[in-house]
T-cell receptor, first 114, second 114 residues
Framework: KNQVEQSPQSLIILEGKNCTLQ??????????LRWYKQDTGRGPVSLTI?????NTKSNGRYTATLDADTKQSSLHITASQLSDSASYIC?????????????FGGGTRLMVKP | DTEVTQTPKHLVMGMTNKKSLKCEQH?????MYWYKQKAKKPPELMFV???????INESVPSRFSPECPNSSLLNLHLHALQPEDSALYLC?????????????FGQGTRLTVV
């Protein structure tokens, strides 16, 4: 069964600190992995998308890593800001005959405190 | 324009009402999706339209009726809903239905069934 598991489920950090969110997946075959940021009651916004051959990708203060061998990804947030408070969702896409089948992780709820 | 626009943003309806959710994109995307998201849970796929034809129905109850009038518009018609249908309804679109394509999400419609 295709699954995406994220840890921790929730995280509280102080403004200015760094943090790392984890994502483990069992989706096969693998097409790509995306990290989304979702503010409460809003739609997810893409942060990064990584394919099988990519190990690291950065988007401003966000850096995602991917280890396709161990099927693990991480999202590192540097110098956190209050506006980083949101849910971060790891989404893995498996190439299937049905097409764009996205498997969502449960998300990590991040709260940045002043 | 990289936006997926959903209307209304909020909707309160009774169990005997008929209402519709609307989704619009002008990115030339040929695949459009409806997701349902309960609080603190990841989005769950409901329907996929590819080239204006329904390609995936994830066993959604018939009280939810999708419609794709043209390549830019996607509607979700609601009738005789139950309180447990209250959720955030997200629309998304992508270039195609292939797994390598980026999915863009709308801001969602917060639906409350009373």
């Amino acid at each position: 069964k295709n699954q995406v598991e994220q840890s921790p489920q929730s995280l509280i950090i102080l403004e200015g600190k760094n943090c790392t969110l984890q994502c483990n997946y069992t989706v096969s075959p693998f097409s790509n992995l995306r990290w989304y940021k979702q503010d409460t009651g809003r739609g997810p916004v893409s942060l990064t998308i990584m394919t099988f051959s990519e190990n690291t990708k950065s988007n401003g203060r966000y850096t995602a890593t991917l280890d396709a061998d161990t099927k693990q990804s991480s999202l590192h947030i540097t110098a956190s800001q209050l506006s980083d408070s949101a849910s971060y969702i790891c989404v893995v896409n498996g190439e299937l005959a049905r097409g764009n089948m996205l498997t969502f992780g449960g998300g990590t709820r991040l709260m940045v405190k002043p | 324009d990289t936006e997926v626009t959903q209307t209304p943003k909020h909707l309160v309806m009774g169990m005997t009402n008929k209402k519709s959710l609307k989704c619009e994109q002008h990115m030339g995307h040929r695949a459009m999706y409806w997701y349902k998201q309960k609080a603190k849970k990841p989005p769950e796929l409901m329907f996929v339209y590819s080239y204006e034809k329904l390609s995936i129905n994830e066993s959604v109850p018939s009280r939810f009726s999708p419609e794709c009038p043209n390549s830019s518009l996607l509607n979700l018609h609601l009738h005789a809903l139950q309180p447990e249908d209250s959720a955030l309804y997200l629309c998304a679109s992508s270039q195609g239905q292939g797994g390598h394509t980026e999915a863009f999400f709308g801001q969602g419609t917060r639906l409350t069934v009373v």
